[in-house]
């Protein structure tokens, strides 16, 4: 895997040991509005603060292909760069979306008096709303056994709380703080909590989460520009052809961790009672799902030559390559059920799209030059036996060049010059 040409980025030694340091940063997720939901394989907010910082300026465009829980847009708002984020998991959109909703201060002084109003709304002998529609559609699945149907009730209590705030926005900040309380009550818990630990959850998570809400409104706000977020629930295959995008400029930074080879990750589900797996976070976020597991991780972990993985990544890359230009860095964070072999694939294929693998000087003679890092407490699931059991995560730096490959078929707007430039490389 060494053999492979590569170029050294061009960053000051300062951008590049808050690289390394960002990327391998273990302490827990903090911050902002970082904690309005622990998506599965989130970012370390610092690494992507540094990427951001070295990679880019304010006023900058950044896109995240993959976004998952929105960590790279919340730090792109709090940088004052410009952030799109795309993902196929409408849960991945709801949480994005919430965490990146600069709250009026109007609104956030109405959800100050909600979080105090929220612990009488939940008693078991109180009524709940009922959600037929989705209970017709399985979306209370293992949720009715003895054990759980308390939680379920006064998980609809905080419901019937968001709904009656008649306003989207607050209701969906709302339904986030009724999210995060019910996946800390029920996912992969060995013991459920009891009501009144329940309820008092519920109240620390709101009145945290106006907080958090408040210290975000106040950085994206802190620019002489008001960032522009959006969030675009779609696959990033095919984005070259969507004007939500082609309307914007090319990004000066792609920065983000797509689905893993060979790791399977529960992005839409929780595990209840064991390894149960539950759809219920897509009732809570007043969404729907009709996925499987393999739908987001791109690939079906029966194969382990993962033939449909490395198609869907190359056309997913594919079609994020054509919105990017000459100017374009490209920060993936990876890891790999089997590197060996896997890593090798994946360089192969960035090199078909066109681009360029770049290396930190401030990594030479550091095992293979590439910023590696352990990753903490992942829950996830390896399905090829032995070696490195996907509890390694590898930062690979991207970049286009000069000539493209013909048949991907990219728009005219993107072609990239015919002369690149090489002052932002060396070596
Ligand atoms: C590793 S997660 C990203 C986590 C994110 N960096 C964060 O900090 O929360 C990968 C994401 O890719 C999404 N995904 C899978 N296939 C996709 C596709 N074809 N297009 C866009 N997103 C996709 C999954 O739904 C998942 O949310």
Known sequence: MGTRSSLLVDLPASSQVALIAGARDIQPVAGLT?????????????????????????????????????????????????????????LAEFVSKAKTTVLSENELNRLDRWAEELPALIHIHRPAPWFANYAARGYYK?????????????????????IALENSRMEAFARCVVLRTAQWALDGRKK???????????????????????????????????PSIRVINRSAAGIENDDRLTSLP???????????????????????????????????????????????????????????????????MSSVTALADDQTTFVQMVAFSDP???????????????????????????????????????????????????????????RKTATQPSQLGRSDRVLPP?????SESSG
């Not at 770049?358 to 550091?366: I, V």
């Not at 015919?418 to 090489?422: I, M």
Request: a positive charge; hydrophobic letters at 35%; charged letters at 25%.
């Open 250 to 316: 090319a990004p000066r930074l792609v920065v983000t961790s797509p689905p893993y080879p060979g790791i399977h990750v529960l992005y839409h589900r929780w595990q209840v009672d064991g390894r149960k797996e539950a759809p219920l976070p897509f009732m809570i976020a007043n969404k729907l799902d009709g996925a499987g597991g393999s739908y987001y991780t791109m690939g079906d972990r029966k194969y382990p030559e993962l033939a449909t993985y490395f198609t869907n990544i190359e056309c997913t």
């Open 192 to 226: 459920l909590p009891s009501i009144s630990e329940f309820r008092a959850m519920l109240a620390d998570n709101a009145r945290e989460m106006v907080e958090a809400a408040k210290a975000f409104r106040a950085a994206a706000r802190s620019h002489n520009h008001r």
């Open 418 to 422: 015919q002369d690149r430039p090489s």
């Open 142 to 162: 293992h949720l009715d056994h003895p054990s759980r149907w308390r939680l379920r009730k006064v998980i609809e209590q905080g419901l019937g709380g968001a």
């Open 340 to 398: 060996g072999w896997q890593l090798p694939r994946y360089l192969e294929t960035m090199e078909r799209l066109g681009l360029v693998e770049m290396r930190l000087p401030a990594l030479h003679g550091e095992r293979d030059g590439r910023l590696w890092r352990s990753v903490p407490n992942r829950r996830w699931y390896s399905d090829q036996r032995g070696e490195t059991p996907g509890s390694q995560e590898v930062v690979l730096i991207h």
């Open 34 to 90: 970082h904690n309005f939901y622990r998506y599965p394989a989130r970012f370390s907010p610092a690494f992507v603060r540094a990427a951001i910082t070295a990679f880019t300026q304010p006023g900058d465009h950044i896109l995240d292909p993959y976004v998952g829980g929105g960590t790279s847009l919340v730090e792109a708002a709090a940088l004052g760069r410009h952030g799109v984020g795309v993902d196929i998991s409408e």
